[in-house]
């Protein structure tokens, strides 16, 4: 069996990002023993491209606290990366209102016809009286006999 690591080096796609991956994952490190704890549970590296750390907060209040920091974390960085030259904090909301549910029925309750109603309740009388099933094919096909 092949180790999570050799899978991802079996491709040429994925072998190119391994070391980009790597290379996120020290510098999120690395802002965790920068930080201070409350300030490391809102933030995380996006991303290095340019000479430039990319730090991401979902909220602008913690934004500006890490500018506040921007001196320690570049020199952090540094020592990792030679070539960090700035960091640049982007503030990404979560989504505080998540879409609406999608709706199956648009026009709100699931119905059947009549005829199908019929065929739930004779599919309930062939099996046995005491069967969830059958008390629930009872029930449905009852419910849309009457309404």
């Known amino acids: 069996m092949r180790t999570p690591e050799q899978l991802l080096t079996s491709s040429e796609t994925t072998a190119r990002l391994l070391p980009h991956a790597r290379l996120l994952s020290r510098l999120n490190r690395m802002l ?12 995380w590296v996006a991303n290095f491209r340019q000479q430039t750390v990319i730090i991401c907060t979902n909220n602008a209040a913690i934004a500006t606290k890490l500018r506040q920091f921007n001196e320690r974390l570049l020199t952090a960085f540094s020592k990792t990366i030679r070539e960090c030259r700035q960091i640049e904090v982007k503030v990404q909301p979560v989504n505080a209102h998540p879409p609406p549910p999608l709706q199956i029925f648009p026009e709100g309750k ?14 309930a009388k062939d099996m046995p009286e005491d069967s969830p099933l059958a008390a629930s094919l009872r029930s449905i096909g009852e419910r849309h006999l009457t309404s």
């Open 32 to 43: 965790g023993e920068t930080l201070p704890a409350s300030l490391t549970r809102h933030t």
């Open 110 to 123: 699931p119905t059947i016809s009549p005829r199908t109603a019929k065929k739930l309740l004779a599919a």
